[in-house]
């Protein structure tokens, strides 16, 4: 295939083992996070933001959340981008 094929976006979902994961406030509502959306941007480098569920129980929002700054989950965040590069390159077609 052609190299000038433009791909809008890549992004993977990746569970938060329980050992990393936090909780943090939005909106005056605690939220545990759970999963990492990991985007490839355009240049190169990686974007994260967290998601999660309310303590109190129930559906919520699906608000984002930053990733702390910590070398546990940067290294989580690197790991899932190689292991999801691996996937890709394997893939085997459509259907």
Same mark, same amino acid.
């Given at each position: 295939?052609?190299?000038?094929?433009?791909?809008? *976006?890549?992004?993977?979902?990746? %569970?938060? &083992?329980? *050992?990393? @994961?936090?909780?943090? %406030?939005? @909106? #005056?509502? +605690?939220?545990?996070? %759970? %999963?990492?959306?990991?985007?490839?941007? !355009?240049? #190169?480098?990686? $974007?994260?933001? *967290?998601?999660?569920? !309310?303590?109190? #129980?129930? @559906?919520?929002?699906?608000?984002?959340? &930053?990733? !702390?700054?910590? &070398? +546990?989950? +940067? *290294?989580?965040?690197?790991?899932? $981008?190689?292991?999801?590069?691996?996937?890709? $390159? $394997?893939?085997?077609?459509?259907?």
């Amino acid at each position: 295939m052609s190299s000038d094929l433009e791909v809008s *976006a890549l992004a993977i979902n990746v %569970t938060i &083992p329980e *050992a990393l @994961r936090w909780t943090d %406030t939005r @909106r #005056g509502e +605690a939220f545990r996070l %759970t %999963t990492l959306n990991v985007r490839l941007l !355009p240049d #190169g480098r990686l $974007a994260a933001k *967290a998601y999660g569920r !309310p303590v109190g #129980g129930g @559906r919520g929002a699906y608000v984002s959340f &930053p990733v !702390p700054d910590e &070398p +546990a989950l +940067a *290294a989580l965040v690197d790991g899932a $981008a190689v292991r999801a590069g691996a996937l890709w $390159a $394997a893939h085997r077609g459509l259907g």
